[in-house]
């Protein structure tokens, strides 16, 4: 079987974390976690990076800086991954679901307004496989109306919006290094802070409420409780792992837009041919190559396709299911309807294998049987 995602590792991760271990340091904020931040910083241009130990943290401590309380409104995609909501419902807020372009798949901003209260807060912009939201019009409608934005970039690192990379728009944004995302250290992720009025108070979070990183520095000389806070920092030894993964970011680059590059071009006249669309891409997006979908003339034919695909020995799989309509959506106020355009995507969105170390054998094998099937006509 041909899987949809499998681990990859650079070769360096066991030195690294033999390193860590001889260090002494293998608590949160040792060497590799700063190497790691400061790369990010590097990569991105935020004003600071702090690693997570997941991206669903990040967008928790979003939350808390965003002091979001109850009577709140949080605007989100209901095409996401479930923490996009879940962080901001935690706190008591009120998700207010928001429906995507049919082209890019990410919110729709030509309908941002109407969904914008006097009791909005903040607004999650999720880029779709690494392909920008529509930044420019976002921020402007945000600013209008003086709402945050978050951007949850999941999928974007390395990815970029006329020419500025992902991650820099928001005045907080959050990366995952799970298993399935591009550059991985098996539960990770980052919260990259634009606005530097966050920082010091975002350290002091990720501390379990304490000054503990004013300590360290000798700004202070004891430290003790003074806010909200949890455990959000990762141990030393999964830093070690992902600086390997961030070090060779190049490589895995492009392996990924090597394996993009083949799907695009062996299934474009077939997808045109039975009515599926392939990534879209607009071009003033620079992607990061995180997936491949394609979108079926139908969800039974989406459904066929997976089951095709799994007689030939290859795993594909669909993706997220409409938020508004989950149990927490529904009970949230989400109603059959309410984002269309999510979900009718929703039902007929396919991904195909795609990750670092798949080599052109195996992925041949899926070109293959995906040209041996044709699709039943809308
Ligand atoms: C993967 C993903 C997350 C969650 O990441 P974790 O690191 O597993 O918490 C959140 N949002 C999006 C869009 C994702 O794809």
Redesign the pocket.
Known sequence: MIPFNRPYTTGREFDYIRQAISSGHISGDGAFSRKCQSLLEEITGCSRALLTT????A?EMTALLLNIRPGDEVIVPSF??V??ANAYALRGAKIVFADIRRDTLNLDETRLEALITPRTRAIVA?H?AGVACAMESMLAIAAGHSVAVVE?N??GLLGRYRGRPLGTFGALA?L???E??NVSCG???ALLINDPAFVERAEILREKGTDRSRFFRGLVDKYTWVDLGSSFLPSDLLAAFLYAQLEARDSIQAARRRVWTVYRDRLCDWAASHGVSLPYVPDDCEQPYHMFYLILPTAESRDALIAHLKTRGVMAVFHYVPLHLSAMGLQAGGYPGQCPVTEDVSGRLLRLPFFNGLDESDQARVVEAVLEFSPEPR
């Open positions: 997941s991206c669903t943290d967008l996401t991954f923490s996009g999720v779709y949850d999941a999928h959050t995952s290094f799970h399935t995302k539960e990770g992720g």
